[in-house]
């Protein structure tokens, strides 16, 4: 079985407070972006142990740490299903805060899920999914999500994005999610991010705010330069996705858009 399992951007993340189990309580609106997906292929085997193969681009994890391999196990350890070999064309950057990782192993659950005729709803497969990272369930619905607690507490969202342009942006620089973390200052902010986003959307560039920005910019000039360069260029709404690096501009035409043109290859029409 062929999955796209495709990445998402963040609008808007407010990192609340720190939670008594080491997590941070977070809310922000996830949107899944279509156009740039990693494939995912998995396959029952009769074999004695998983198999996994990558492709693409080369991920700085081992075999046996990669989420596709951990999800395969988790629905093992549930379920008495055999075991699988994982095809993985790895397409979209890792370390860049667009959740490909956790796309991915997503995509995983699915594919079981269906392989073996288990019959787990979406509920089953978001409880199953959250115990493999905080954006993890989210790609079970990958409908735009308002996302809370650590990011699993989840309800729908409308965003009118049709006919607008998507730009992203992965500088060669990456941000590790503990160095993220490290660095933020969590803060309750004065009015809630669906109450900000109900605002037009050229008003957001100054209340739709990462709250990772401050001290990753701080760090990572280049990131910051690669967002105002954005603006620069005309984008209705920039920001870094997730935890970064990676920095989205959405744009009104295609021809504004392809300005970035000579700083990337992903340019969508959402």
Known sequence: MKIKANCKINIGLDVLRKRDDGFHDLSTVMYPVRGLYDEIEVEPITAADNEF?????????PAEQNLCLKAARLIQQRYD???????????????????????????????????????LD???????????????????????????GRGDVMTPVELDFHHLWLVLVKPDEGVSTREAYAGVKPMIPASSLVERLRQPMQKWQ?????????????A??????????????????????????????????????????SMTDYIFEL
Do not use: W
């Open 122 to 148: 979406e509920s089953e497969l978001i409880t199953l999914a959250s115990q493999l990272g905080s954006d993890t369930a989210f790609f079970v619905r990958n409908t735009p999500q308002l996302c809370e």
């Open 53 to 61: 193969h990558s492709l693409g681009i080369v991920v700085d994890c």
């Open 220 to 261: 990572h000039p280049v990131i910051a330069s690669i967002k105002q360069q954005l603006i620069d260029c005309g984008a209705v709404y920039a920001s870094m996705s997730g935890s970064g690096s990676t920095v989205f501009g959405i744009f009104d035409t295609k021809e504004q858009a392809e300005k970035i043109r």
């Open 81 to 119: 299903v055999g075991r699988v070999r994982i095809t993985l064309d790895k397409r979209v950057p890792f370390g860049a805060g667009l959740g490909g990782g956790s796309s991915d192993a997503t995509a995983v659950l699915v594919a079981m899920n269906e392989i073996f005729s288990l019959s």
């Open 206 to 218: 100054g209340s739709v705010k990462n709250d990772f920005e401050p001290s990753v910019f701080a």
